[in-house]
């Protein structure tokens, strides 16, 4: 693809997002910057610096860049968390029980050092960060009144629908068969009726989610208070009879 196709088609995507109409002809030559694009990139900059100019600048892609990802985020937003996670797939607790670096730096930047400090498990802090880093959501603010660290907490919020203080967001419920990539989900590993661990889905196929979690062992048993030790993040196999709740957070 053509370097000046790619950048029309930042700029397009971008415009439409927007509702700034694309010029007629803008289309006519993909890989060249002609009239057409020189008049969007001028909307386009008036839009984004409040500048005459039909300069097609980084500044300008990077705005565009900016506006494509925040519709995206706005479309699902679990998407991201799940991205960021899976970057730090295979960390582990190093520094003893629920402890280490990555985690203390989560704990710091969510505000809940007592997390740390007190060696508390922390399934659910690894949903928050993902949701903070990979969507810039943060979840204990969005939702003041569901405990992000205490699972059942969660499954509350889920089912009742709780909405977000700015009225921007909701969690909602999600059906088995709609479970996908970013879905929250939640287990029962004793059948009591209450959640004990949280992550975050990737994909199901019938009967089984592929998920993502934190506090978790490599190995597909146990769970992060189990005998198999749940000391990292890693990428799992659920059966559907482990789950008690799936839910997702979506714009309002």
């Known amino acids: 693809m053509n370097k000046y196709t790619g950048m029309k088609r930042r700029m397009a995507r971008a415009a439409t997002i927007l509702d700034?109409?694309?010029?007629?002809g803008?289309?006519?030559k993909p890989n060249f910057i002609g009239q057409p694009a020189r008049q969007l990139a001028r909307s386009l900059n008036k839009h984004y610096f409040n500048k005459d100019t039909s300069e097609v600048s980084a500044a300008l892609l990077k705005k565009c860049d900016a506006t494509i990802k925040s519709a995206a985020i706005h479309e699902n937003p679990g998407k991201f968390a799940v991205a960021y996670l899976r970057g730090h797939v295979g960390a582990q607790e190093t520094w003893g029980k629920n402890q280490g670096p990555l985690l203390q730096a989560w704990a710091?930047?969510?505000q809940q050092l007592w997390m740390h400090t007190q060696q508390q498990p922390w399934c659910g802090e690894a949903v928050q960060a993902s949701f903070l880093y990979g969507a810039n959501l943060d979840l204990a603010k969005l939702f003041p009144t569901v405990s992000w660290v205490y699972t059942p907490s969660i499954v509350t919020g889920i089912r009742n629908g709780k909405i977000?203080?700015?009225g921007k967001w909701a969690l909602s419920p999600v059906a088995w068969t709609n479970a996908a990539i970013g879905s929250i989900v939640l287990f029962d590993w004793d059948s009591d009726g209450e959640a004990n661990h949280v992550g975050l889905v990737i994909s199901r196929d019938g009967d089984t989610l592929t998920t993502i979690e934190g506090n978790t062992p490599k190995s597909n048993l146990g769970d992060q208070s189990g005998l198999q030790g749940g000391d990292g993040i890693w990428l799992k196999e659920?059966?559907?009879?482990?789950?008690i709740q799936l839910g997702k957070v979506v714009a309002r």
């Not at 700034?20 to 007629?24: D, L």
């Not at 659920?238 to 789950?243: F, K, L, P, T």
């Open 26 to 28: 803008f289309n006519a």
């Open 20 to 24: 700034i109409p694309i010029p007629q």
């Open 164 to 166: 977000s203080v700015d």
């Open 238 to 243: 659920r059966d559907r009879s482990e789950v």
């Open 108 to 110: 710091e930047r969510l």
